[in-house]
């Protein structure tokens, strides 16, 4: 059973709409984690937290934002969707020695 | 920087044996990591190794190290279409403020015909 939830599984939204993607755990790991996933299986980092209060930018660019007010929850923000934010977005938390563990993804179309 | 490098593909038939290989760059990590990830799915974590050992073994599955080339394996016995998969390795980051970061190779898209 998932100790990490994403929500929603799927979501087709319109251009410039607002959106939140939603990841929550419950296992009290203080680091969490957003990806981008290519169609084309690359994996990219695009936000980090290491704990309440505390947001990074990953390696790979991105237009949206994050906020982790509680520990248990690391929600994704894109102001206004473009048909370039067309991805797999995938959540995840870590801890030592068992590395992490992922959420099951929110597959985002924007047309 | 950083990086893990594994090739993108291979083909295996049902019963034989899958070796799936991984570079590594940085010979400070800890822990080395694959994780599996099934069509629509998020990654999974399949095993791991501490980077003090050589090998280690869970039933089907043995990963071995290499540390002196920096090289990595995993290797599946009696390869299923169940495994058909897309399989992740990754090394633990250990720069700057980074560390517990993972870094993740490309992806090796296992496919298994009957």
């Known amino acids: 059973e998932a100790d990490i939830y994403q929500t929603p599984r799927y979501l087709v939204i319109g251009t410039g709409k607002k959106i939140t993607l939603e990841c929550s755990q419950t296992?009290?790991?203080?680091?969490m984690y957003w990806y981008q996933q290519d169609p084309g299986m690359e994996l990219h980092l695009i936000h980090y937290?290491?704990?309440?209060?505390?947001?990074e930018k990953g390696d790979l660019s991105s237009e949206s934002t994050v906020s982790r007010i509680r520990t248990e929850h690391f929600p994704l923000t894109l102001e206004s969707a473009r048909p370039s934010h067309t991805s797999q977005y995938l959540c995840?938390?870590?801890?030592?020695?068992?590395?992490?563990?992922f959420g099951s993804g929110t597959r985002l179309t924007v047309v | 920087g950083e990086d893990v490098e594994q090739s993108l593909f291979l083909s295996v038939r049902e019963g034989d044996s899958s070796v799936i290989n991984c570079t590594y760059t940085?010979?400070?990590?800890?822990?080395l990591y694959w994780y599996k990830q099934e069509p629509g799915a998020g990654l999974q974590l399949l095993t791991y190794?501490?980077?003090?050992?050589d090998m280690k073994q869970d039933q089907r599955l043995t990963v071995l190290l290499n540390k002196k080339d920096k090289h990595l394996s995993l290797r599946i016995a009696d390869t299923q279409t169940g495994d058909s998969a897309i399989y992740f390795c990754?090394?633990?980051?250990?720069?700057?403020?980074?560390?517990?970061?993972?870094?993740f190779g490309k992806g090796t898209k296992l496919s298994v015909k009957p």
């Open positions: 995840a938390s870590w801890r030592q020695g068992s590395g992490y563990t």
């Open positions: 296992m009290g790991h203080d680091k």
């Open positions: 937290s290491y704990g309440v209060n505390s947001t």
């Open positions: 940085d010979s400070s990590s800890t822990y």
């Open positions: 190794i501490f980077s003090n050992m």
């Open positions: 990754a090394e633990t980051a250990n720069y700057g403020g980074s560390q517990g970061n993972l870094i």
